[in-house]
């Protein structure tokens, strides 16, 4: 007589979305975080398309994303940040599990973000790209959290509530607290928004995106 052997009920987790955290690296990584801190004050001084971009879309703080596109060989401090951002992302997309198919990642936009005490930045994707990210300049205490959305929130549909109790890949949204230093990198399609800064004075960092070509 065949009998079927008792099995523990499983649950497996699947579909995970990826995030790599990393301090920056390099030779002296607190040395090149000051020269882009100063770079990037400089920027937000010097460049008048990019405030006039931000004043004529109600952007509370400045940001270089629709008037400079060329800063890695503009400044030397940025040439520096991709060299170490490129070894970043290739960590990343092995992580993933890319096959690049004899293509490669190429950083193909990197701005410089500004956001004083009461600015936000709402959510949203990075379309045309694989790898976004950010790299963290400076952040006051008190400094908005980086808030990162579950992708598949719109489809939960009668879905209850999750418990607050309930462990950090359960929850619809995460709040992650970035360090100075640090890079955070996502897969591009990943909706995020930087809350409301209640620090006292600028959250300055730096993000790009990564292309497959």
């Given at each position: 007589?065949?009998?079927?052997k008792a099995r523990m009920?499983?649950?497996?987790?699947?579909?995970?979305?990826?995030?790599?955290?990393?301090?920056?690296?390099?030779?002296?990584?607190?040395?090149l975080r000051q020269d882009?801190?100063?770079?990037?004050?400089?920027?937000?001084?010097?460049?008048?398309?990019?405030?006039?971009?931000?004043?004529?879309?109600?952007?509370?703080?400045?940001?270089?994303?629709?008037?400079?596109?060329?800063?890695?060989?503009?400044?030397?401090?940025?040439?520096?940040?991709?060299?170490?951002?490129?070894?970043?992302?290739?960590?990343?997309?092995?992580?993933?599990?890319?096959?690049?198919?004899?293509?490669?990642?190429?950083?193909?936009?990197?701005?410089?973000?500004?956001?004083?005490?009461?600015?936000?930045?709402?959510?949203?994707?990075?379309?045309?790209?694989?790898?976004?990210g950010t790299y963290y300049?400076?952040?006051?205490?008190?400094?908005?959290?980086?808030?990162?959305?579950?992708?598949?929130?719109?489809?939960?549909?009668?879905?209850?509530?999750?418990?607050?109790?309930?462990?950090?890949?359960?929850?619809?949204?995460?709040?992650?607290?970035?360090?100075?230093?640090?890079?955070?990198?996502?897969?591009?399609?990943?909706?995020?928004?930087?809350?409301?800064?209640?620090?006292?004075?600028?959250?300055?960092?730096?993000?790009?995106?990564?292309?497959?070509?």
């Amino acid at each position: 007589m065949f009998t079927l052997k008792a099995r523990m009920a499983e649950t497996l987790s699947l579909f995970a979305t990826r995030l790599y955290r990393a301090p920056l690296g390099g030779r002296e990584p607190d040395g090149l975080r000051q020269d882009l801190a100063e770079a990037c004050d400089m920027l937000e001084q010097e460049d008048a398309a990019g405030r006039r971009w931000c004043r004529d879309n109600g952007y509370k703080g400045y940001t270089s994303y629709a008037s400079l596109n060329d800063l890695p060989t503009r400044i030397s401090a940025f040439g520096d940040l991709k060299r170490q951002l490129d070894k970043h992302a290739a960590s990343f997309a092995q992580e993933v599990g890319f096959d690049l198919a004899g293509g490669k990642l190429k950083l193909d936009s990197l701005w410089v973000n500004v956001l004083p005490p009461g600015g936000v930045h709402t959510g949203h994707i990075h379309p045309h790209s694989v790898i976004s990210g950010t790299y963290y300049v400076t952040l006051p205490d008190g400094a908005s959290a980086l808030k990162l959305e579950d992708p598949r929130l719109a489809m939960m549909m009668a879905a209850p509530t999750r418990l607050p109790e309930a462990s950090q890949d359960l929850q619809p949204f995460v709040f992650l607290t970035p360090q100075i230093g640090e890079v955070i990198l996502w897969e591009s399609w990943l909706r995020h928004e930087v809350v409301l800064n209640r620090a006292k004075s600028k959250r300055v960092s730096i993000s790009f995106n990564y292309a497959w070509v």
